[in-house]
RNA sequence: GCCGGAGUGGCGGAAUCGGUAGACGCGUGCGACUCAAAAUCGCAUCUCGCAAGGGGUGAGGGUUCAAGUCCCUCCUCCGGCACCA
């Protein structure tokens, strides 16, 4: 029956009375529980929570209040996210000052996810505008530079006109826009700080193997990372240079019939006195650099290049001199920026070779041909695949992966690996962020600000607003500062950090915020580090997720940590989609609040309506749909009259129901199939309402639900006479007897067709199945002889084999 | 092009050591209550068929007593990478 409730009238009470009571907080590491560390990450404070904020926050309370109902310690950390483009944009707009928005949201915003319940253990936060949290980023930073880590580097970086600044690698969209921003990225040269991520390329892609994350996610990272494992060969040139190409394909050294060098390569203007053809060869240099990285991608049907004349190259493995080319179809920043070019192999060489009328040679064929598959028809000239070695001399009629080894070695190369990974640019030209702690000496050379001047705050004496240059380049202050403490002619370094930087270790400095000697002990972060699950949004995959990895094992290098990798496990969640299903946005008039679906139906409704959507976990989109909520709404209020069922006695199927469902929902909460849980919880409500319980299985009951539904089941737990708070009460166990049904319903196949079922005890025997057949007359008709084989499988299916 | 993942009612989704496809919820239809409406309750709801029965999990093959689930060939959608040597 429903009964109406009122959420207005307890959650509020609950949530201070909670509060209050320090229920969540979660102190000091006890030793004699077991602990888990589980992450959501914090939000940036835009003003307002959305409900992709209830998704990522809400849902996975779940699984942490079950967890700690089951004697788990469990921390449950929050924090806020409060440096970057996005508040400085806001602030700007309102004409504001970007520290009193943020401030002023994350205030509110405390508010707002006060109304959401959760089980948040706020003695455990961080905030990455505290100076006492920046103070340390800065350290770190200095640390890494003072270790070779970060770097000031030179080389072409990606600048988005639309934030004013330069941004990393991972922050350009495939189709070449912003990721925050959407405009269109340009290229400009400029001295950038750097840190050297791909130095741990490898571990970044090898420690990958041993994490609890989904395969996509690993697959993504290691994509994004792109390790060939190839090799670096030498060419002998004509003026007298070496140049080293790197190629996937050693095997094929044999059918290499030119060298191509990328537009930028060093080598050319070292030789230009060389090159007879010059100026065309400077003009084509031009012309490369010219067009950007799209009409780079565009332009790949049709190859372009010039040969160098006057230079030629030698192949080291048959001594041959073949021509030397440049062409923008090499690109300088990946490998050495120069190749060896093996047209019957590969089919961009092979495309240039056809325009250039260059030599074509084969040298692989696939096993077992007795010709090359290529010279049995012009047009399949072109072989990829490997295959046994022909026309390769010594070589002949190896496999083409043993040749790989072989020819390195014969040619004095060297097998290694190459990556797509580049370093990542974390200077940013913009104020609001945390201050590179670096000052220039007279000279202009480079020097850390020392701990004890840390923090290097933030001036506030600047206009924040952006116009390309560093905005703290305007500040006295920091001037004036830098002078008083190394001296006169020292500058201050202008730049802020990425906000990806704060965001790259903030879960260790929850554990520990109080800490002024380091960022984090050791000691505590032995207590609870690593992070038992990480949830969060698949927008991270190459962004966040691979620079905490790379600055966590940074950190494991300099022995500031005591694990290499922070996340053992990794749930990406999906996204919530309007009404309409398009995504939520203002322009689309399709966005759902938070605040307005609370203060309608509730904070347990709106939580049990994203869990109930689909499994968690699983990257899709749900469209928002309010006749869903009305449902989820419908079953509190069923719940919320439970207690009118409650008798002396219960029938022994309610009994068993209940154990069912204790073991049902306990399954599937660890693995955050909260949809299966909560049908399993509506299908016990559905039997009840027609029958009766007893006041110990509905104490159990509430038990089950409490961390679905916290306040309601509170409330009820209470109003039922209870003591102390349903959620320090234990979880139900199941009985293992009373979870298993007495009799099943089985189907009844005749020839492989349904036709009909009967019920029989789990473990009754053929024979006894058999009986149920033959006793019922249903059956008759289709027994039309002795069945001549039998297939049953106790619990699950019966089937009769009859021939007629 | 390469690497991953996914295709199930009108909708969100259940069910995969191969064993009664469509749990649970939404929506819809009919009925009850009501002067009426809302709310609530009951019944129905994959599809064709009065029924018996037939068909059905993106398409087509295959293995099997039995396939949404395994194998092969395709198609579509989503995510990552892409002139990456």
């Known amino acids: 029956m429903h009964k109406k409730f009122d959420h207005k009238g307890f959650e509020k009470k609950w949530q201070e009375q909670w509060q209050k009571d320090n229920l969540y907080k979660a102190g000091d590491r006890d030793k004699s529980k077991s602990k888990e560390y589980v992450l959501v990450e914090l939000p940036y404070p835009s003003g307002n929570l959305h409900i992709g904020h209830w998704y990522a926050f809400a849902v996975p309370d779940i699984y942490v209040r079950y967890r700690r109902m089951n004697g788990v310690q469990v921390v449950y950390p929050m924090g806020f996210d409060a440096f970057g483009l996005p508040a400085e944009n806001a602030a700007i707009k309102r004409n504001l000052n970007p520290r009193e928005w943020t401030e002023g949201n994350i205030e509110y915003m405390k508010g707002q ?344 705050t933030l001036p506030e004496d600047v206009d924040f607003r952006p116009t390309g240059e560093a905005p703290l380049a305007k500040s006295a202050e920091l001037k004036k500062r830098t002078e008083e403490i190394f001296g006169k002619g020292w500058t201050p370094e202008v730049e802020t950090m990425d906000t990806f930087v704060d965001s790259s270790w903030y879960f260790l400095r929850y554990l520990d915020n109080a800490n002024d000697e380091v960022f984090t002990s050791l000691d505590v972060q032995k207590d609870w580090m690593p992070i038992d699950i990480y949830f969060g949004g698949a927008e991270h995959t190459t962004m966040h997720l691979l620079y905490s990895r790379f600055w966590q094992k940074a950190l494991f290098d300099l022995g500031l940590v005591n694990v290499q990798e922070p996340y053992q496990r990794r749930i990406n969640r999906g996204l919530i989609l309007g009404p309409d299903g398009n995504k939520m946005s203002k322009s689309k008039g399709n966005v759902i609040d938070p605040d307005e679906q609370v203060a309608r139906v509730g904070s347990d409704t709106v939580k049990m309506y994203l869990a109930f959507m689909g499994p968690y976990g699983e990257v899709s989109n749900y469209p928002w749909d309010m006749g869903g909520i009305a449902g989820l709404h419908r079953f509190l209020e069923r719940v919320n009259g ?100 007495e009799t099943v319903t089985i189907g009844v196949q005749i020839n492989g067709k349904l036709r009909g079922d009967i019920t029989l005890s789990p473990e009754a025997t053929k024979d006894e199945a058999l009986d149920a057949v033959i006793t019922k007359p249903r059956f008759a008709p289709y027994l039309t002889a002795k069945p001549a084989k039998v297939i049953y499988v106790p619990g699950r299916i019966l089937n009769l084999i009859v021939n007629d």
């Open 113 to 456: 996810l006060a109304s959401m319940g959760n089980a948040f253990s706020w003695d455990k936060t961080a905030s990455t505008i505290d100076p006492n949290y920046y103070k340390w980023t800065q350290w770190m930073f200095t640390q890494f530079f003072e270790n070779n880590i970060a770097y000031r580097g030179k080389g072409i970086v990606n600048w988005c006109p639309g934030c004013n600044t330069v941004i990393a690698n991972e922050q350009v969209l495939s189709d070449g826009t912003c990721e925050r921003c959407s405009n269109e990225i340009e290229k400009r040269e400029m001295p950038q700080w750097m840190l050297r991520i791909t130095n741990y390329a490898d571990r970044l892609v090898d420690d990958l193997d041993d994490l609890n994350w989904p395969e996509h996610i690993k697959d993504s990272q290691r994509n994004w990372i792109g390790r060939s494992k190839g090799a670096e060969i030498s060419f002998k040139l004509s003026t007298g240079d070496d140049i080293t190409v790197f190629t996937t394909r050693p095997d094929t050294l044999f059918g290499a019939t030119y060298v191509v060098l990328a537009p930028e390569h060093k080598l050319i203007t070292d030789n230009k006195e060389k090159i007879s053809n010059w100026s065309e060869v400077e003009a084509y240099i031009k012309t490369t650099a010219k067009k950007d990285e799209q009409d780079r991608l565009n332009d790949t049907k049709e190859k372009t290049g010039v040969k160098l004349e006057g230079v030629t190259a030698i192949n080291p493995a048959n001594n041959e001199e073949i021509p030397v080319y440049i062409a923008d179809y090499v690109l300088a920043s990946y490998g050495t920026g120069a190749i060896m070019a093996v047209p019957a192999h590969d089919e961009r060489d092979f495309a240039f070779a056809e325009k250039f009328e260059i030599n074509i040679i084969t040298v692989v064929r696939a096993k077992g041909e007795s010709s090359a598959s290529n010279e049995k028809n012009e047009k399949s000239i072109l072989f990829t695949d490997s295959g046994e070695l022909i026309n390769s001399g010594e070589f002949d009629g190896m496999d083409s992966e043993e040749a790989k080894v072989a020819i390195t070695e014969k040619v004095g190369g060297k097998l290694t690996n190459t990556y797509r990974l580049r370093d990542w640019s974390v200077g940013r030209q913009r104020y609001w962020g945390v201050p590179i702690p670096i000052v220039y000496d007279p000279e202009g050379k480079p020097h850390i600000v020392p701990k004890e001047h840390l923090p290097w």
């Open 642 to 741: 439970l207690s009118e069922h409650i008798s002396e006695t219960e029938p022994k199927e309610i009994t068993k129901l209940l154990h069912k469902t204790i073991k049902k929902v306990s399954e599937d909460i660890p693995e955050f199939k909260f949809n299966t849980a909560i049908s399993a919880l509506m299908v016990f409500v559905n039997s009840v309402e027609k029958q009766s319980l007893t006041k110990e299985s509905y104490d159990a009951f509430l038990r089950l639900l409490a961390p679905f539904a916290p306040h309601l089941t509170e409330e009820l737990w209470a109003l039922a006479g209870n003591s102390g708070s349903v959620h320090t009460a234990e979880f139900p166990a199941y009985d293992k007897t009373l979870s298993k049904d």
